[in-house]
């Protein structure tokens, strides 16, 4: 067997290895709390469950669906885009239904970048756009972000000459922090003027807990260049759905539309008809977002009264928290020797080291149980010191 040393070679996928912690720990009968994922465990909304229901009793399941995507649902989306973000998109060229947000975005780099090329992103961040860059045989070009940056990315430290894609999450996994439109526009015009695409990874768009929504790159006057991911996974609690859709330039919508075909990635038809239930309604997104609001409040109370950091952006499904005398490692054994599994930061990238990333996804007993725990686990931390 001879393997792809690009993809045999890589580092282990984090949250492989966090679920192997938890495993170990459960086995040696520790009931974990799990903070680690941002996977929502809010039941589903009815009425898409209903319209999947009713969908899958009328589609013809013989049937290959099309690489574009059902038209209805690409109206539906790009109505929903112009709902949220006042932008307005044409659904044919500028919209494309996707099997959620990862896997358009581990397609782009194999797309769109030549050898030599570097992909730029930041660190800590979503692994997926290194890993499939990595996959791809592509080198990176990561930026270390930092609490006095707050978190954003600098453009003057990109390295623009050989970047081909240069990434951006908003609102930031794992740090929370939002980009404003004026940053996306400087990234979009370096962006172009240099033949490079923005990616802009939207998925936390939805969530956000200070004054004002997280602007999008969909908003930007010019959108050559640019193209946004964005899912139902967080917005609607619908990871399981597996829907979502990739939005903007034209070209490179018609360019990764062609090359669909090639994978065999279109989504199926019935879950697309659930999807244009899920994006045509605001009012459960509303209670999501209050709910995480809410759980936000009390965790981050906590964590502040433990002496952790609130050191992250006011948006996402996370908590991005300094550790006392900065030792994330050692902060995340001992909660989980205490039962609470969250993510070191580390283990999301280089300037990640020092942080606990904890998502605000479980359920309310769990959440109010993991608020007593992170006290518990800085009593102990301030101990081992
Ligand atoms: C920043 C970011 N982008 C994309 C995804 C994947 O989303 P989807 O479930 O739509 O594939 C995640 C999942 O956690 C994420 O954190």
């Not at 592509?138 to 990109?158: A, F, V």
Request: hydrophobic fraction near 45%; aromatic fraction near 6%.
């Amino acid at each position: 067997m001879r393997l792809n040393p690009n993809i045999e070679h890589a580092p282990g996928y984090p949250f492989l290895r966090l679920a192997e912690a938890r495993r170990d720990a459960q086995a040696r009968g520790i009931n974990v709390v799990d903070l680690s994922m941002g996977q929502p465990t809010d039941p589903a909304p009815q009425f898409v469950r209903d319209a999947l229901i009713q969908a899958a009793a009328e589609v013809p399941l013989a049937a290959y669906p099309s690489a574009e995507g059902l038209p209805e649902l690409r109206v539906a989306i790009a109505a929903w885009i112009e709902r949220r973000f006042g932008a307005r998109l044409d659904p044919d060229r500028e919209v494309l239904p996707t099997l959620g947000a990862k896997e358009p975005i581990a397609t782009l780099a194999r797309l769109f970048a030549r050898e030599g090329d570097c992909i730029a992103l930041t660190s800590p961040s979503y692994p997926v756009p290194e890993r499939s860059a990595r996959a791809a045989g592509l080198s990176l070009s990561p930026q270390r972000l930092t609490h006095e940056g707050g978190w954003l990315p600098d453009p003057e430290l990109i390295e623009w000459r050989r970047a081909a894609i240069v990434w951006v999450v908003n609102p930031h996994n794992p740090t929370g922090a939002t980009s404003s439109l004026e940053l996306l526009d400087e990234l979009a015009q370096r962006c172009r003027s240099r033949g490079a695409i923005l990616a802009v990874d939207e998925t936390y768009s939805e969530f956000w807990f200070g004054p004002t929504p997280p602007a999008s790159a969909l908003q930007l006057d010019d959108r050559r260049g640019v193209v946004v991911f964005n899912s139902l996974s967080k917005r609607s609690g619908l990871a399981g759905l597996r829907s979502g859709f990739l939005a903007g330039d034209p070209e490179i919508v018609r360019r990764v539309r062609r090359h669909r075909s090639d994978l065999g990635t279109t989504p199926q038809a019935f879950v697309q008809r659930a999807a244009i239930a899920a994006w045509g309604d605001e009012a459960h997104v509303e209670h999501a977002r209050q709910r995480y609001a809410r759980k936000r409040e009390l965790l981050a109370a906590a964590a502040v009264r433990a002496g952790f950091l609130d050191a992250g952006g006011t948006a996402g499904i996370f908590l991005w928290l300094g550790v006392p005398r900065g030792d994330d490692l050692r902060a995340y054994e001992l909660l989980l020797e205490r039962s609470l599994l969250v993510v070191p930061g580390s283990y999301l990238g280089s300037g990640g080291e020092g942080y606990l990333r904890v998502a605000l996804t479980a359920q309310d007993e769990h959440t109010a149980r993991a608020a007593e725990l992170l006290q518990t686990g800085a009593r102990a931390l301030a101990g081992a010191a």
